[in-house]
Nanobody, 120 residues
Framework: VQLQASGGGMVQPGGSLRLSCTASGFSLDDYAIGWFRQAPGKEREFVATITWTGGYTNYADSVKGRFTVSRDNAQNTLFLQMDNLQAEDTAHYFC??????????????RGQGTQVTVSS
């Protein structure tokens, strides 16, 4: 089982990035996928989640209206479109397999993440 996030990088405030999360070893059809982030010295934070059908999404208040989560089950890939990025979005982002919800305990496997840095 693997979840590999990619697409991170450095961007200026107000810029955009699109993260991808590719799954292998299991089918995304059976799971919700959540995005979490963690900045140095800070608690891990829920970002967004999407159910296996894509019919339900939920976002942290801090990213609502700026981030959009989507999925392509045929490609076993999740996406996190991040627009209007701000310095406080700087963190290590990773995806996790689970059953929806905004708690870390709602997810049973996390993948390796990707770094997002927002700086002028």
């Amino acid at each position: 089982v693997q979840l590999q996030a990619s697409g991170g990088g450095m961007v200026q405030p107000g810029g955009s990035l699109r993260l991808s999360c590719t799954a292998s070893g299991f089918s995304l059809d059976d799971y919700a996928i959540g995005w979490f982030r963690q900045a140095p010295g800070k608690e891990r934070e829920f970002v967004a989640t999407i159910t296996w059908t894509g019919g339900y999404t939920n976002y942290a208040d801090s990213v609502k209206g700026r981030f959009t989560v989507s999925r392509d089950n045929a490609q076993n890939t999740l996406f996190l479109q991040m627009d209007n990025l701000q310095a406080e979005d700087t963190a290590h982002y990773f995806c996790a397999r689970g059953f929806g919800g905004d708690r870390w305990t709602d997810y049973d496997y996390r993948g390796q993440g990707t770094q997002v840095t927002v700086s002028s």
